[in-house]
């Protein structure tokens, strides 16, 4: 069985961090904040709300591993787990991007320093995006690691095809889906699982109400609860609020945690906070602000974790 939670993460400080308007098609989290989204102010803010959720990280007993972007072209260089995953069996996993400015987050560099430290074979599936086709890391898919389950809401980013074969590599079981949210009064997809889910040993935060097909909203739910998983459910508004990208981490002294943002944790109800303290979670949260609402992810966008343990 695998281990469902790290201890030791993978970060990449935001040095040219802003508006990407070419992920600004699909990712309507985006917002474009007039006259000041690309400019150093901006990015000023950015570093530092990084740089206090990795002290805070660190202060919870999280291993925290930074890199440097060298390549100081991607305003989306703070999002690693869309690029690289890492698995036991000492795996790591490269992924195919949909827009072109970000593939030069790949660094040589860092593929090379990490497959040599923890003597890995990568699994390099980046070729498919000359065929158009996506699967964005643990953006495209929320996954149980222990029950070897596998979920996925299906858009131009993740690819079915692509999903499966992941699925077929890794040994795990795809449940796909469509997840839905209301944009300028029309209904588009939502463009990554790991804003509206995520699965933790004995908990799964999930907009249900997003899930607009009933089979597969049921299909959801019958596999949450046959893996034995208390679930909370969030609304679109609380997805908005980046209440479903948070992430379930390990401290070194064997501590359950939950990281999210400020934002995220305000937008809990008393409800959900009892089921999360009922599953001894302990919540870790820091203002993401600007990194949620111009770059349009959050606290788990941010973290790429490292198994087995370094």
Same mark, same amino acid.
């Given at each position: 069985?695998?281990?469902? *939670?790290? =201890?030791?993460?993978?970060?990449? !400080?935001?040095? =040219?961090?802003?508006?990407? &308007?070419? *992920? ?6 985006? *917002? ?19 740089? !206090? ?14 890199? !440097? ?41 860092v593929i090379k320093h990490w497959s040599e430290k923890l003597s890995a074979r990568v699994v390099d599936y980046t070729s498919y995006e000359k065929e158009g086709k996506y699967l964005e890391g643990t953006g495209s898919m929320v996954l149980d690691r222990e029950n070897g389950v596998a979920y996925a809401c299906l858009s131009e980013r993740t690819s079915s095809e692509l999903f499966r074969l992941f =699925? ?13 949210? &209301? ?23 999930? =907009? ?77 949260? *820091?203002?993401?602000?600007?990194? !949620? ?14 198994? &087995? &343990?370094?």
């Open positions: 069985m695998s281990k469902q *939670t790290a =201890c030791v993460v993978l970060m990449v !400080e935001p040095k =040219c961090f802003g508006f990407n &308007p070419d *992920t600004a098609v699909d990712n309507h989290f985006q *917002t474009l904040i007039e006259g000041h989204s690309s400019n150093n102010d901006v990015r000023q803010k950015a570093r530092e709300e990084f740089t !206090e959720y990795v002290r805070l990280l660190r202060a919870a007993g999280v291993e925290v591993h930074v890199e !440097e972007d060298t390549v100081m072209i991607s305003p989306d260089a703070v999002f690693p787990n869309n690029w690289i995953t890492f698995h036991e069996g000492r795996t790591i996993a490269l992924y195919p991007m949909r827009a072109a400015n970000r593939r030069h987050e790949r660094q040589a560099s =699925c077929k590599d890794f040994g795990y079981r795809p449940i796909e889906f469509h997840a839905m949210q &209301p944009v300028q009064g029309k209904m588009a997809p939502i463009y990554h699982t790991n804003v509206m889910m995520t699965v933790g040993k004995n908990l799964a935060i999930v =907009c249900l109400e997003s899930i607009q097909d009933s089979r597969e909203k049921e299909l959801v739910v019958k596999t949450l609860e046959s893996t034995n998983k208390e679930i909370v459910p969030i609304t679109i508004q609380q997805v908005n609020d980046y209440v479903g990208n948070v992430l379930e981490l390990e401290s070194k002294d064997g501590e359950d945690l939950l990281v999210m943002s400020s934002r995220a944790y305000r937008a809990l109800n008393k409800d959900q906070l009892n089921k999360i303290k009922a599953c001894k979670l302990n919540i870790v949260h *820091t203002s993401l602000d600007t990194i !949620e609402t111009v770059g349009g992810g959050g606290a788990r966008c941010m973290l790429a974790e490292i198994f &087995p &343990p370094v």
